[in-house]
């Protein structure tokens, strides 16, 4: 398990059978904190985001977070010194009760609403990216007299990242960014030059999650810094700001490909380099957007089990007490996860299994082929790992099913982040 891609840094076999992260045994946290429980590494994160400043030595990161915040995660992203990507009035909110500095904070969204818009400019986000021309009107509207709001542009590079459609964004004829091909990015900054009201600092694409393929990254690189060289050109002035978004991909299951901060460091770097050297411009001040792999692979979750069946073609069909509410990526993208037994050594062999969640569709199956011990009862505990980013975050109340915890795990100690919702939290907001 150590070295493993998959689980956290400090996840460790015990010869017991069962596992702990940060020093602290999954069955202890199932014991005192209960099922389903999403534990987090701290140390991972930690050294995730250390190894990102490293690959962007000169460069901003920006942690995406979309993949998963609460207050802790914002201090622990505030103290490693990195930037912070909010994409709502709500995630501002938390990010500041963290006391996260506005000046190292931006804003995205597509659908910017005039309260998320107000929210970032009372609140001094250093830069708001604009996504739509609408916004840039509501901005002008909205911009203080005593300060230019200072914006990029969301610009959709015509590059397909080669991942799952549902998160492809860097290709024209999806929801977010103002085409290139189409010359809406070119109006965009133009229209924005024209407001002396509104301050232009640079661009940013994103080309999509989940992506593995580097030279796309670089592709886009390119096209960006033509664009900048472009509006050199018309306009006479250079924004200094180039923002890459996110979208590294990690491995879910041991053996996938996932990407290594300091080569996407190196070849990012070098592809903006050497286009700016091509177009003689001024190398712009960086920024890459990574949520995903700062936190997927710090996340546990422990599941118990419920109940087990015998399929016709053989599998075990073990069904444990989560599922799509808080795991929705399997049915969203086809996501495919590992699943192992903790807490007791494995006495036969093992089998072939279906994990599956406990909602009412026969569609929430969180581990379609897993391996499990032939002998695996109601009462022992699953865990699941690559389970930080877009777990909790996404999670549902499906079914009127409260959400687990999420505890953090450090030098033996355990922290809940966010509680275990209760019954009276799902009765207090029904008001009828
Ligand atoms: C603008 C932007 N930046 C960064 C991210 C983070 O993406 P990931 O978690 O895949 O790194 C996203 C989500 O895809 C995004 O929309
Ligand atoms: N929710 C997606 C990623 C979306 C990224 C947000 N822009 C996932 O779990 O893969």
């Given at each position: 398990?150590?070295?493993?891609?998959?689980?956290?840094?400090?996840?460790?076999?015990?010869?017991?059978?069962?596992?702990?992260?940060?020093?602290?045994?999954?069955?202890?946290?199932?014991?005192?904190?209960?099922?389903?429980?999403?534990?987090?590494?701290?140390?991972?994160?930690?050294?995730?985001?250390?190894?990102?400043?490293?690959?962007?030595?000169?460069?901003?990161?920006?942690?995406?977070?979309?993949?998963?915040?609460?207050?802790?995660?914002?201090?622990w992203i505030a103290e490693?010194?990195?930037?912070?990507?909010?994409?709502?009035?709500?995630?501002?909110?938390?990010?500041?009760?963290?006391?996260?500095?506005?000046?190292?904070?931006?804003?995205?969204?597509?659908?910017?609403?005039?309260?998320?818009?107000?929210?970032?400019?009372?609140?001094?986000?250093?830069?708001?990216?604009?996504?739509?021309?609408?916004?840039?009107?509501?901005?002008?509207?909205?911009?203080?007299?005593?300060?230019?709001?200072?914006?990029?542009?969301?610009?959709?590079?015509?590059?397909?990242?080669?991942?799952?459609?549902?998160?492809?964004?860097?290709?024209?004829?999806?929801?977010?960014?103002?085409?290139?091909?189409?010359?809406?990015?070119?109006?965009?900054?133009?229209?924005?030059?024209?407001?002396?009201?509104?301050?232009?600092?640079?661009?940013?694409?994103?080309?999509?999650?989940?992506?593995?393929?580097?030279?796309?990254?670089?592709?886009?690189?390119?096209?960006?810094?033509?664009?900048?060289?472009?509006?050199?050109?018309?306009?006479?002035?250079?924004?200094?700001?180039?923002?890459?978004?996110?979208?590294?991909?990690?491995?879910?299951?041991?053996?996938?490909?996932?990407?290594?901060?300091?080569?996407?460091?190196?070849?990012?770097?070098?592809?903006?380099?050497?286009?700016?050297?091509?177009?003689?411009?001024?190398?712009?001040?960086?920024?890459?957007?990574?949520?995903?792999?700062?936190?997927?692979?710090?996340?546990?979750?422990?599941?118990?089990?419920?109940?087990?069946?015998?399929?016709?073609?053989?599998?075990?069909?073990?069904?444990?007490?989560?599922?799509?509410?808080?795991?929705?990526?399997?049915?969203?993208?086809?996501?495919?996860?590992?699943?192992?037994?903790?807490?007791?050594?494995c006495l036969g062999?093992?089998?072939?299994?279906?994990?599956?969640?406990?909602?009412?569709?026969?569609?929430?199956?969180?581990?379609?082929?897993?391996?499990?011990?032939?002998?695996?009862?109601?009462?022992?505990?699953?865990?699941?790992?690559?389970?930080?980013?877009?777990?909790?975050?996404?999670?549902?109340?499906?079914?009127?099913?409260?959400?687990?915890?999420?505890?953090?795990?450090?030098?033996?100690?355990?922290?809940?982040?966010?509680?275990?919702?209760?019954?009276?939290?799902?009765?207090?907001?029904?008001?009828?």
């Amino acid at each position: 398990m150590t070295g493993s891609g998959v689980w956290p840094a400090t996840a460790r076999e015990r010869p017991d059978g069962d596992v702990s992260v940060g020093g602290v045994r999954l069955t202890a946290v199932a014991q005192r904190f209960g099922t389903p429980a999403h534990v987090l590494d701290e140390e991972d994160v930690r050294r995730r985001c250390r190894a990102f400043r490293r690959a962007f030595p000169d460069g901003e990161v920006a942690y995406a977070g979309k993949a998963f915040l609460c207050r802790a995660m914002a201090r622990w992203i505030a103290e490693e010194g990195l930037s912070l990507d909010v994409c709502s009035a709500g995630e501002l909110a938390v990010a500041r009760a963290a006391r996260f500095p506005g000046e190292r904070m931006l804003m995205h969204g597509n659908a910017k609403t005039p309260e998320d818009l107000r929210a970032a400019l009372d609140h001094g986000v250093d830069r708001i990216v604009v996504d739509s021309f609408h916004e840039i009107a509501r901005l002008a509207a909205l911009a203080p007299d005593t300060a230019r709001p200072r914006l990029l542009v969301r610009v959709t590079p015509g590059v397909d990242g080669r991942t799952h459609a549902a998160v492809t964004t860097g290709t024209d004829g999806q929801k977010f960014g103002l085409s290139l091909a189409s010359g809406a990015a070119a109006e965009a900054v133009r229209r924005i030059l024209a407001q002396r009201r509104l301050d232009l600092v640079g661009l940013h694409c994103h080309l999509g999650s989940q992506i593995t393929d580097v030279d796309a990254f670089e592709r886009a690189a390119r096209r960006m810094v033509a664009f900048l060289a472009r509006i050199r050109d018309e306009h006479g002035v250079v924004p200094p700001r180039l923002d890459l978004g996110g979208g590294f991909g990690v491995g879910y299951r041991d053996g996938e490909p996932g990407l290594d901060p300091a080569t996407l460091g190196d070849r990012l770097r070098g592809a903006v380099r050497e286009a700016c050297a091509g177009h003689r411009l001024p190398a712009p001040l960086l920024t890459v957007e990574p949520g995903r792999a700062i936190v997927a692979r710090a996340g546990v979750t422990v599941y118990r089990v419920v109940s087990v069946k015998h399929a016709p073609d053989g599998r075990l069909l073990v069904a444990v007490d989560g599922g799509m509410s808080d795991n929705p990526r399997p049915g969203l993208y086809g996501a495919r996860y590992e699943a192992r037994l903790v807490g007791r050594r494995c006495l036969g062999g093992d089998r072939a299994a279906a994990v599956v969640g406990r909602h009412c569709e026969a569609g929430d199956v969180l581990v379609g082929d897993a391996r499990l011990p032939a002998d695996v009862r109601p009462g022992d505990l699953l865990a699941v790992p690559c389970t930080g980013a877009y777990h909790h975050s996404m999670a549902s109340n499906y079914n009127l099913v409260p959400r687990p915890p999420v505890l953090a795990v450090r030098d033996g100690g355990v922290r809940p982040l966010v509680r275990r919702e209760t019954f009276d939290d799902l009765l207090t907001r029904d008001v009828g």
